[in-house]
């Protein structure tokens, strides 16, 4: 069965949800969010059903994001990756990021701007890969299966695209997670792909805009057209509960202070104006303020 591919258009520029994957997450989802009443979890459930499996537990969609418009085509976060990515030990790896590529009609070596709005596992999977764990790459020769030196065989999965990263986000690296040097920062920048921005900066299509708090150089992108804007999020907000109560603290939040004024900051642009969010952990790809 082909990938659904949903789209939102706004103005000339088309936002594309690129599925990646689903599953479960690693902890009871009441130990994610302590403070969430009874209450609140039957609203959040109300609100997205799809959130939560017969078992009671938190069930997540990863997913990334193209914005194709006049002036280029970006994506936004890469996914839970291949077989051997980093987020293997916990999330539902291979993912079908290539395929949902294809699906959209979209060719990595086409795309010129990787925004990764953060460095979580589940957000960077597929931007740098080894030859073999490319879908399109052939069998080995003489049923050589191995996939040698990994560190030096590591290379962008959209050759031709700048990766747009917060220094802020970079600095923190050895406290996030030390692994990505090697695996992700170091190839990046050997290739010549890596780019550090700092704060709010214009792109070529939409806006990269600073959130601060789930990890300490988090950001979203914001794309908008008269008084429409679609933003996608990133981890600014990672389940219905923090829609709808931004106040709620996430156990997996760096600065949960920093993190509730991000989200409020964020989600009061719906007053004055259309909001689509685009989330990469909602059941749905596209939800409207």
């Known amino acids: 069965m082909p990938l659904s591919v949903p789209r939102l258009r706004i103005g000339s520029t088309e936002i594309i949800a690129l599925a990646d994957g689903e599953g479960p997450f690693f902890s009871p989802r009441a130990e994610a969010f302590p403070d969430a009443t009874a209450a609140q979890w039957a609203e959040a459930d109300a609100y997205d059903p799809g959130a939560v499996d017969a078992e009671g537990r938190w069930w997540l969609r990863f997913r990334a994001y193209a914005i194709r418009g006049d002036t280029g085509l970006t994506v936004v976060d890469a996914g839970i990756g291949p077989a051997d990515s980093p987020a293997s030990p916990w999330a539902p790896v291979p993912g079908v990021l290539p395929e949902s590529l294809a699906a959209a ?5 086409d795309v010129d701007t990787v925004v990764l709005t953060h460095l979580h596992t589940d957000h960077v999977g597929w931007a740098v890969v080894t030859e073999a764990a490319v879908p399109s790459a052939g069998p080995a020769e003489d049923g050589d299966t191995s996939t040698g030196d990994t560190a030096r065989d590591r290379r962008p999965y959209f050759p031709n695209a700048e990766y747009l990263l917060q220094r802020a986000e970079f600095d923190a690296l050895d406290l996030l997670n030390p692994q990505l040097r090697e ?17 709010d900066t214009p792109l070529r299509t939409g806006h990269a805009i600073a959130t601060p708090g789930h990890t300490p150089g988090h950001q979203s992108l914001l794309v908008a057209d008269g008084r429409e804007q679609v933003l996608v999020t990133g981890d600014l907000l990672v389940h219905a509960l923090q829609l709808l109560h931004p106040e709620l603290d996430y156990t997996h939040e760096t ?7 991000s989200r409020r900051r964020m989600l009061s642009r719906g007053t004055s104006r259309t909001l689509h969010l685009a989330t990469p952990h909602l059941t749905e790809p596209f939800v409207p303020m």
């Not at 009609?105 to 070596?109: N, Q, R, T, Y």
């Not at 695996?183 to 704060?199: I, S």
């Not at 600065?255 to 004024?261: F, G, H, I, L, Q």
């Open 105 to 109: 009609g979209i060719d990595p070596a």
């Open 255 to 261: 600065d949960p202070e920093a993190a509730r004024n």
């Open 183 to 199: 695996t992700l920062t170091d190839p990046l920048a050997a290739a010549g792909r890596l780019r550090l921005l700092e704060g």
